[in-house]
């Protein structure tokens, strides 16, 4: 049985046990459902329920349908989208329930998705080396160059995101920059993610300046910012990235699960 909410703030009424079982998934959920006033085809959220299993989905656009519970409901849950014409577009969930919809979605549908990334979700709760100087909070005058940077991140990602430069403006003061002679030469930035967590997001470095230990000093520096303020530091990394992957393990943090972003072959 599939059931379909007028809203989010009647999805979140009916799930929020459900939810808060993993607060880290949670946060795409709840943020989504603030956004859905009054569903649609294109703003949805819905439950699949079997027994005593439950597979949620949430999807407000622009943003890629987000997907929490059991992989065996995938065929149903993913039916019912397909068979009411709601927008299904790219999709975010856990490995077993993205391979378990996207084999359904080709046998039925005849419809190719795909992991286009893998993603290891990863959380720090302990100081491992000191913060570096130099990392600075950007001011209104750095808008236009973090723009640019953000541009080049999203295209080396391989994401389908896009610049919003009014959103960027809003959150200047939760980026942290390296500068060389004037230059912003790395960058991150924290998002406020559960009530005692933070993720970094959007960490870049100029490809002519990789190599040199930049991105960490960055992120370490804004690691302890996050737990100096008494929260949990986390991130997405692309499994893809062993560099990465290399580097944030060694300053401490450790993978809690593993999720991927689904796209329809074009």
């Known amino acids: 049985m599939v059931k379909e909410y007028a ?28 956004l859905i006033r009054t569903a649609d085809r294109e703003n949805y959220a819905l439950r699949a ?23 065996e409901l995938a065929p149903e849950l993913f039916g019912y989208i397909m068979d009411r014409g709601l927008k299904l577009g790219t999709y975010l969930c856990g490995e077993d329930v993205g391979d ?21 979700f990863m959380e720090a709760s302990e100081v491992t080396e000191p913060s570096s100087e130099g990392i600075e909070v950007p001011t209104g005058s750095d808008l236009d160059e973090i723009c640019a940077l953000l541009e080049r991140f999203i295209a080396d990602c391989g994401l389908l995101d896009t610049v919003d430069r009014a959103g960027v403006e809003k959150t200047l003061g939760r980026f942290r920059v390296l500068r060389r002679d004037g230059l912003i030469v790395s960058m991150a930035k ?30 370490n520096t804004l690691k ?10 986390t991130l997405n ?4 990235n062993p560099y990465s992957n290399r580097l944030y393990a060694s300053l401490g943090f450790k993978k809690l699960f593993s999720q991927g972003e689904y796209r329809k072959a074009l």
């Open 100 to 120: 378990a919809a996207a084999a359904f979605l080709a046998e039925k549908y005849g419809l190719k998705y795909s992991e286009g990334l893998a993603m290891d």
């Open 224 to 233: 302890n910012e996050i737990l100096a303020a008494g929260n949990k530091a």
């Open 7 to 34: 809203s989010g703030e009647a999805f979140l009424e009916e799930n929020r046990p459900l939810l808060d079982t993993d607060k880290y998934r949670a946060v795409f959920f709840y943020a989504d459902a603030e």
């Open 190 to 219: 924290s998002v406020p993610s559960t009530g005692n967590s933070a993720r970094i997001s959007d960490v870049y470095t100029r490809p002519e300046f990789r190599g040199q230990g930049l991105a960490r000093r960055v992120v």
């Open 49 to 71: 329920e079997d027994g005593e299993k439950t597979l949620l989905a949430i999807r407000a656009e622009p943003f890629a349908t987000v997907l929490f519970g059991s992989p």
């Open 237 to 240: 990394v692309d499994k893809a």
